[in-house]
């Protein structure tokens, strides 16, 4: 596998479910992000981990939670969802820092729909 | 907040044809990146330009970030229908990873 890859890439869920997304990156990035892309709105930035350490939370509803054990790997936790929270969800990875400027490396996303 | 608007929202045009989409902000930016994304896909990077006033060419795309580095512009010649896509930039913060997305811009281009 090269890039970033997500698991799964559809995913139908109810409201009442618990479900996880999971993202890992091939790229040896530090830097990993999980972002929501709803039709007509732009991509809205979740959670950024830095080193494994979470330095981001976009004001996400605690339904969301995330997780990260190790620099490659990112997960995100779905509890009760919403309706609204059908999107695809998109996880990325960058370097941070060394003086370079940052780039995101995108997964494919998840296509999530709730019932 | 950082805002960042994209124009024209969407772009329908035949193929051969020239188009330029526009990146702004009040902003200033370290660097900024173009995307390109296809439906069920995540963004792809095409370029990253840091230096105001920069030109970079990528085969029949070129981007431009302004001089104060608030805008970009990227311009696609003789457009073909595989150039079709949402047009994303984003625009990164000194020092920090944290990036600002515009709202995209919808190109499709008919054969």
């Known amino acids: 596998e090269t890039g970033v890859t997500q698991t799964p890439r559809h995913l139908v869920m109810g409201m009442t479910n618990k479900k996880s997304l999971k993202c890992e990156q091939h790229l040896g990035h530090n830097a990993m992000y999980w972002y929501k892309q709803s039709a007509k709105k732009p991509l809205e930035l979740m959670f950024v981990y830095n080193f494994k350490e979470q330095t981001e939370n976009n004001s996400v509803p605690s339904r969301f939670s995330p997780e990260c054990p190790n620099s490659s790997h990112l997960f995100l936790h779905l509890h009760t969802l919403q309706p609204e929270d059908s999107a695809l969800y998109l996880c990325a990875s960058s370097q941070d820092g060394g003086g370079q400027p940052y780039e995101q490396y995108f997964g494919p996303g998840t296509r999530l729909t709730v019932t | 907040t950082q805002l960042l608007e994209q124009s024209p929202q969407f772009l329908s045009i035949q193929e051969g044809e020239n188009l330029t989409v526009y990146c702004n902000s009040s902003?200033?930016?370290?660097?900024l990146q173009w995307y390109r994304q296809e439906p069920g896909e995540g963004p792809v990077l095409l370029v990253t330009?840091?230096?105001?006033?920069e030109v970079k060419k990528l085969k029949r795309l070129t981007f431009q970030f302004g001089d104060a580095r608030k805008d970009s512009s990227l311009h696609i010649t003789a457009a073909q229908p595989g150039d079709t896509g949402l047009y994303l930039c984003a625009g990164a913060e000194d020092n920090f990873n944290k990036f600002y997305f515009g709202s995209g811009t919808k190109l499709n281009v008919k054969p």
């Open positions: 902003s200033v930016f370290s660097s």
């Open positions: 330009v840091v230096t105001g006033g």
